[in-house]
């Protein structure tokens, strides 16, 4: 089958709501060496594609300016000096932009083989939240077995991996949701406990689940509003890994004094700016540790809502919404 010179994508006509995206027709990317070219069958719809789509996230200069960091699909073209991957072969992959689109690009190195048993759906569903979690909560966080984390937006992409990961690999996973029915969903999950953060103090709560001695790990994507309770949170000795600011990153308060008394590591990092041999080294870590996991059926995304391409608008305003519980899906048909 021949691959065509152009595509189908969704362009962006400035900075703003999920007005401005739209689906267009445009040239088809061409793999660059080390790169293979993806006919994608499904792309992820991630918190930094709502942040780019309203200029406040702006993708590094070499990247499509497509939204999209994550897709399944097909190998249809193999750039010069890729090795690992042939025509025909389902990849899911990290991608620096352009997924939401009928073909994409990726560094080889940062894609993986679907797991036994899954779809495109599924499989698309998996690169961005994988390799975050694993490169904060077990790189930088070193989360080890027989320790405690607290994941904050558990029912998240992000949430439903690490409260899963962290079981998986032996760790009491402690989680925060804004609702009941959120909070009860990441205990089905694999979280021990689950705190409704709209009506009770996390903090306290840490406090009382693990009789004062605190967490080893905080997973964060809030930010500023909840760096003091972090720290309350922590136990000696204990890591606080940021990977997003959803309610700010400014801190009007913070006692640094829990820093210096518990010995505590304050952390974080983005995955978009990483280089592809960074990528690389953590996705051959998953292929390693997790994939085997996937493989067996254990754990895996949890998927909200499949909207097509073309419907874009409407997955935005979903995710905007925050009512979704998991993973929200574009079905992408070239």
Known sequence: MSTPETMHH????????????????????RPRVGEVLIRVAAAGVNRPDIQQRRGLYPPPSEASPILGLEVAGEVVGLGEGVTRWRIGDRVAALVNGGGYAEYCVAPEGQCLPWPSGYDAIRAGALPETYFTVWANLFQLGRLAPGERVLIHGGTSGIGVT???????????????????????????LGAAAAINYRTQDFADEIARLTDGAGVDVVLDMVGGPYAAANLRSLAKGGRLVLIAFLGGPKVEKFDLTHVMTKRLTITGS????????????????????VWPLLDAGRGGPVVHAVFPLAEVQAAHALMESSTHIGKIMLRVEA
Request: with cysteine.
């Open 162 to 188: 690490a409260i899963q990961l962290a079981a998986a690999f032996g760790a009491t996973a402690y989680a925060t949701a804004g609702s009941d029915e959120k909070c009860a969903a990441c205990l089905r």
């Open 10 to 29: 969704i362009a962006t006509e400035g900075a703003g709501g999920p007005e401005v995206m739209r689906l267009v027709t445009g040239a088809r990317p």
């Open 270 to 289: 983005t995955m978009r700016p990483r280089s592809a041999e960074e990528k690389g080294a953590i996705a051959a870590e998953l292929r390693e540790k």
